[in-house]
């Protein structure tokens, strides 16, 4: 399988393997969790939230489906397919719209971006006076959760980087429009290309960093600084909330001690907070690097579609 192909599966597996235990802020009820089992594609069960700080967001959803972050990240896909891998804005928040509007498809949490985006687009009857850009100010992770396949279809086209930073930038501001979130979308986006174009994942990263400044080129460096391996202290430290300069340090941690992708999901997962919206970077990354386990992948119940669409876009058929 083309490692572009690997980077959407990564993405999408991690995304699903962390939902059951998405947004529980204690790693001691995470550790009692993980003392009785495995923590990867539980269903979500309110008991776990009891008692400790967490958000219970997920009711309804089974083992297998995705968050808001996952369905960004398919959405992207789609559109992108459908598009013979070309971003179109309009065509996007055409889409956009439609999926996570009113009576559209998507079932479940929605965040900030996600809401004021459709409420800013939703007013506007024809397409082409979408407003560009059409996110609002915020610097959560959900800026980073289309990059998988922007970046996949890039590599595969054969574009350079420069060309595909600029491409980010105009899909992050579709639902964020915020300084801090282009930049952390440009750190992922430029770590991701780089391993695709068969950098060493310690190259990948040292390459992403030279996105950053301020704050946030500074956070980075240090989390690839610890000594030791420690994801629940990398997120104690850094933060284990949605904001962009939280995630992404520790996203840069695990993968900085990480060869196995099981590895990495599970120490996301227990590291507690947004992991799933640190799982789709990291996924991705991690998809690249190592293999992304079959026996999870048949667990993402949106593989087939999924596939149809990688297939059609020349990344690869179907995982192997």
């Known amino acids: 399988m083309q490692a572009s ?3 959407i599966y990564g993405a999408l597996v991690a995304d699903a393997a962390s939902l059951g235990l998405h947004w529980i802020y204690e790693p001691a009820r995470l550790a009692e969790i993980a003392a009785r089992g495995d923590v990867v594609f539980l269903r979500p069960d309110q008991a776990n939230y009891e008692g400790c700080k967490g958000t219970f967001a997920h009711h309804g959803k089974r083992a297998g489906d995705l968050s ?3 369905e960004y990240c398919v959405l992207m896909l789609r559109h992108l397919a459908e598009r013979d891998g070309r ?7 055409t889409l956009f719209r439609k999926h996570f509007g009113p009576g559209g498809a998507y079932v479940g949490h929605v965040d900030r971006p996600t809401r004021l985006t459709i409420q800013k687009l939703l007013p506007f009857e024809d397409p082409a006076s979408y ?3 059409s996110g609002v100010k915020d610097d959560r992770l959900p800026a980073l959760a289309t990059l998988p396949a922007v970046v996949a279809c890039a590599h595969n086209a054969g574009r350079d980087r420069d060309a595909l930073l600029d491409e980010i930038e105009h899909v992050v501001r579709v639902t964020s429009d915020e300084a801090a979130a282009v930049q ?3 750190v992922a986006g430029a770590m991701l290309f780089e391993l695709l174009a068969h950098t060493s994942l310690e190259g990948a990263l040292q390459c992403g960093i030279e996105q950053a400044d301020g704050a946030l080129a500074g956070r980075l460096l240090a989390a690839l ?7 629940v202290a990398a997120a104690e430290r850094f933060g284990a909330a949605c904001h962009v300069e939280q995630g992404l340090p520790v996203i840069f941690h695990i993968l900085a001690n990480c060869l196995r992708y099981p590895e990495a999901v599970r120490a996301n997962i ?10 789709i970077v990291l996924g991705a990354a991690m998809g690249v690097v190592d293999v992304v386990p079959m026996s999870w992948a048949a667990r993402l119940h949106v593989l087939a579609q999924c596939s149809r669409w990688i297939g059609a876009l020349g990344l690869g058929d179907a995982l192997e």
Not at 87 to 93: D, L
Not at 226 to 231: G, K
Not at 270 to 279: E, K, M, N, V
């Open 5 to 7: 192909a690997r980077l």
């Open 225 to 231: 600084s610890e000594p030791t391996f420690d994801a």
């Open 270 to 279: 227990l590291a507690g907070g947004d992991s799933c919206g640190r799982s």
């Open 68 to 70: 808001g972050y996952g």
């Open 87 to 93: 971003f179109s804005r309009v065509a996007y928040q």
């Open 131 to 133: 407003p560009q850009p």
């Open 184 to 186: 952390a979308a440009r």
